[in-house]
């Protein structure tokens, strides 16, 4: 049997059904997936290092010797983090895993294990450390011939050296190789290796480039970093040449109402909302579908641009629609609708999930004979009762609170209506261009003037009564407070139990202070009354768990505390911190660590400390947990790279999107015989629909 790329691991000479099994469990089934098993470091054997000699961002490889293994809890959850202290005759360093690589990994590093050591050094508080470095044992029959050997993550019972070995073997026996999907210009233009030469390559270093491998810019890791980013971008750039094609609903840049909205707003808008708005504005004047979204700060004013978007739409005679995740939410953007909007004509609907029968007939009706112009609703609107005359735009809030579907589903109910999306999850601009690859971005990056900055503070446990004595002050001088605690899904219950028992503790240590409480498994109707007490300073402190995290707009409340800080991500506490500094008080965010939080959490709180701007708390975030982590990650595609890294390799990524786009300007239809590699990927990977833009 000639052996393919398709070929089981099995029937390499040499393996056999029971190491077959072994990769099968880890999904690796065929020699194409055995191949893309790339390495994780190098390590040069010749350059090792000794450890007094190490110096912050050196990528080294050093030997040394265990001295012990210590393991403390991570916050309260069950994770732990692990600290391998190693030495050599020069001295000592640790090794930190917040993370355990798989079960057992660290029971085989008794003390005086001799090891060997890859990794990145870290400067952790003027000392030198690694993080999750690359540790294995000095093997016997280590092939200590090759200068740099590719080191690989372990697969159970498999060390390194060996997969090392298989994918050499799988290199001898594949008889078949596929011919070279990319166009030979594309390769010239981005000075790409042909695949199968760089494929070899990262399974067998030149021990001269050894450099370039450990900083992952080696031209055969290049090629392959390149192509993972070139399937997806074009596949995001054949979606929106598709729409770009599409007729949509004419917008008239009458903009008379735009004006009278202008003139009767208490405050100037910013430069920012000026400028998103009239980016929206050429939107619509292009002719196809507007697919834009709008990032910005929490507070930084992105209701009222939707809302002038929506107007243009009304002022040509289509419909609008806006969707917000919670009926808080929705109510607050309708009443904020009806102050603004109303005056100048508009005729409004509100559709949540508790709006009467009665009335929701009363309301359908009216959207569906066309005398509804700008319709506010929850994930209500998504149903098939929801019928519109002529829906000319959609806007979504929060949308990364909704699925992929269900804002497809509301596009479909016009006719390739404008599309607009707004955000307040930051995403790093080069990140954004790419997780909402099909979406052209607007960012908000002003606030509105005379908001003074959040003060925000970490303390821990201990300094709780001062925080709480702190947060009466502010309270006896007519403010109000949020109390934040976390729900972590694993532990829902004893979380929310620990939440209702706080609030029952706060009642008796504020005996004069009205406190309310809500969560996420309160009743619709329960959770607004609480919070329409709380608007109306009825209540005065609000213990919460996240649930208030999005849009809540009472700008009396200038003090949040927030418990068990470290168990947020920095998103997540970015977004909280926002419901306070809206109004006119100076406002403070505590953030109250437990004792046993992690370095990690550690330096999350301390960048909370140090700025406000979501932007960089976005970049440091995507720095320190990858982008797996980010909202959208998933559902775009973004997790399933190998080699890629979105972080270490920006320039790549946006080379690889300028040539995807290039690809479909040359050849918007692939039919050039040189791009028949090209579009028969796209088909495999996204199926039919992924040429429905393009063909
Ligand atoms: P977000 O971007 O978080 O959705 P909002 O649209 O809710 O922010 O705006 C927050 C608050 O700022 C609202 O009360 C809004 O009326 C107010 N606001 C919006 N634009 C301006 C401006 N240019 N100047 C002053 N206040 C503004
Ligand atoms: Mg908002």
């Known amino acids: 049997m000639a052996l393919r790329l398709e070929t089981e691991i099995m029937y390499l000479k040499g393996v056999g059904p029971k190491l077959g099994e072994l990769f099968s469990r880890k999904g690796l089934k065929n020699l194409k997936d055995l191949i893309e098993f790339y390495p994780r470091a190098y390590e040069d054997q010749r350059a090792a290092r000794n450890i007094a000699s190490l110096k912050p961002d ?13 393991s403390a809890n991570m916050g309260r ?5 692990y600290d391998v202290v190693l030495r050599d005759s020069s001295g000592q360093i640790h090794c930190k895993y917040f993370r355990v690589p798989y079960k057992g990994y660290f029971e085989r590093f008794k003390p005086l294990t001799e090891v060997r050591v890859v990794g990145k050094v870290t400067d952790y508080r003027n000392r030198i450390e690694f993080h999750h470095p690359d540790i294995r044992d000095i093997e016997p029959d280590e092939e200590t011939k090759d200068a740099l050997i590719p080191l690989y993550t372990e697969i159970e019972g498999l060390a390194t050296a060996k997969i090392m070995k298989l994918v050499r073997l799988a290199f001898a026996q594949i008889e078949e190789w596929p011919e070279e999907v990319f166009p030979k210009w594309m390769m010239a233009k981005y000075e790409l290796r042909p695949r199968q030469e760089a494929l070899k390559e990262i399974h067998n270093p030149l021990p001269a480039k050894s450099a370039e491998y450990f900083q992952f810019k080696s031209s055969a890791q290049k090629r392959v970093i390149f192509e993972e980013f070139f399937w997806l971008e074009l596949y995001l750039a054949s979606r929106k040449t598709g729409l770009q094609k599409k007729d949509a609903p004419k917008i008239k840049n009458a903009g008379n109402l735009l004006d009278q909205i202008e003139k009767s707003l208490p405050f100037a808008m910013t430069g920012a909302q000026k400028r998103v708005l009239s980016e929206i504005k050429e939107d619509l004047a292009a002719g196809h579908p507007m697919h834009r979204l709008i990032q910005g700060d929490v507070g930084s004013g992105k209701t009222l641009v939707s809302f002038m978007a929506a107007l243009t739409t009304i002022e040509s ?3 609008a629609c806006l969707m917000a995740p919670t009926e808080i939410l929705a109510e607050q953007h309708y009443k904020n609708a009806k102050k603004v909007l109303v005056p100048l004509g508009v005729r409004l609907g509100l559709l949540v999930g508790k709006t009467k029968a009665a009335e929701r007939k009363v309301l359908l009706a009216a959207l569906q004979e066309g005398q509804i112009d700008l319709i506010i609703g929850t994930h209500a609107l998504i149903e098939d009762e929801v019928q519109f005359a002529q829906l000319g735009m959609v806007i979504i809030d929060e949308q990364h609170r909704f ?4 804002r497809g589903i509301l596009k479909n109910k016009g006719n390739s209506p404008h599309f607009l999306v707004m955000t307040a999850t930051p995403i790093p601009r080069t990140l954004a261009m790419t997780v909402y690859g099909d979406l052209d971005v607007s960012v908000i990056d002003e606030m509105p003037p005379g908001r003074s900055p959040i003060q925000t503070r970490a303390i821990f446990e201990n300094k709780r009564p001062q925080a709480l004595q702190f947060m009466l002050e502010q309270i006896q001088k007519g403010r109000q407070a949020y109390f934040v605690y976390p729900l972590v899904e694993e532990s829902e219950k004893i979380d929310l139990k620990d939440a209702v ?3 029952e503790k706060l009642q008796l240590q504020f005996p004069n202070v009205k406190v309310g409480l809500l969560h996420g498994k309160m009743k619709s109707d329960e959770k607004d009354k609480v919070m329409e007490q709380f608007r109306r300073n009825e ?4 213990v919460s768990t996240t649930v208030i995290e999005v849009g809540v707009d009472v700008p ?46 550690k330096q999350r709180t301390e960048m909370m400390e140090k700025t406000s701007d979501g932007f960089k708390i976005a970049e440091f975030d995507l720095e320190m947990r990858g982008p797996g982590e980010f909202m959208g990650t998933k559902q775009s595609g973004l997790a399933g790279f190998k080699l890629a890294n979105l972080v270490r390799d920006m320039q790549i990524l946006q080379d690889a999107r300028a040539a995807a786009f290039e690809v479909l300007k040359r050849d918007p239809k692939l039919i050039f015989n040189d791009h028949q590699g090209l579009k028969a990927e796209l088909l495999r990977e996204h199926g039919p629909t992924a040429l429905a833009g393009i063909a």
């Open 58 to 70: 050196d990528i080294v490889s050093i030997k040394a010797t265990v001295v012990a293994v210590h």
């Open 77 to 81: 959850s069950a994770r732990k983090m």
């Open 317 to 319: 005679q289509y419909q």
């Open 403 to 406: 699925g992929v579907e269900q």
């Open 501 to 503: 028992s706080e609030y």
């Open 539 to 542: 209540i005065q402190v609000l």
């Open 556 to 601: 009396n409340a200038n003090i949040m505390l927030i418990e068990h800080a470290e168990r947020f991500g920095l998103s997540q506490l970015h977004q909280l911190r926002g419901r306070v500094g809206r109004g006119e008080h100076k406002s403070f965010c505590i953030l109250i660590m437990g004792y046993a939080v992690s370095e990690e959490g």
